[in-house]
């Protein structure tokens, strides 16, 4: 019997893998999802990389996005926030990460059960504050305020 293997460190050169990513050329439609990644020590994760999945009027769709060297990431959401199904699915990758870490990211605080099933202040991290440009969407990886993540 085969044993899978461990998983294995993506290490320094993590960014340097992803450079042929260009910014996407903005697009009329949606909104935008804003945000930063950090370390516990409010440190920014300038090499992540943060990815959307969400469906809108019956349709999957995905967007990508590099975090500069402040750790800030900028999604386009190619569809109106009405139109959106929460939650939007939310992939962390970044160096030192074992596997990609998941959350989900909600547009208002009526939420499905797992939503509801948190702790206030723990419930407060999976919801996203409207901007005037669309949302703002922290991703804190660890500590006294780290984002709640999903097992999967």
């Known amino acids: 019997m085969m044993l899978p293997t461990p998983s294995q460190t993506v290490g320094p050169f993590f960014s340097f893998g992803l450079a042929w990513m260009v910014p996407q050329e903005p697009v009329d439609t949606g909104f935008v ?21 969400w469906v809108a009027n ?5 967007a990508r996005s590099l975090c500069e060297p402040t750790g800030r990431y900028h999604l386009r959401i ?32 009526i939420g499905d059960e797992l939503l509801c099933s948190l702790d206030p202040l723990r419930r407060q991290t999976l919801i996203a504050k409207p901007t005037p440009t669309g949302y703002a969407f922290d991703v804190i990886l660890s500590g006294e305020s780290e984002t709640v993540f999903l097992a999967w």
């Open 33 to 53: 999802v804003e945000g930063v990644v950090v370390d516990k020590n409010a440190d920014p994760v300038g090499d992540a990389l943060v990815e959307a999945l």
């Open 58 to 62: 019956g349709q999957a769709a995905f």
């Open 78 to 109: 190619t569809a109106s926030g009405n139109e959106v199904a929460s939650p939007i699915l939310v992939s962390v990758f970044a160096r030192g990460l074992l596997q990609r870490l998941v959350t989900a990211m909600y547009l208002t605080d």
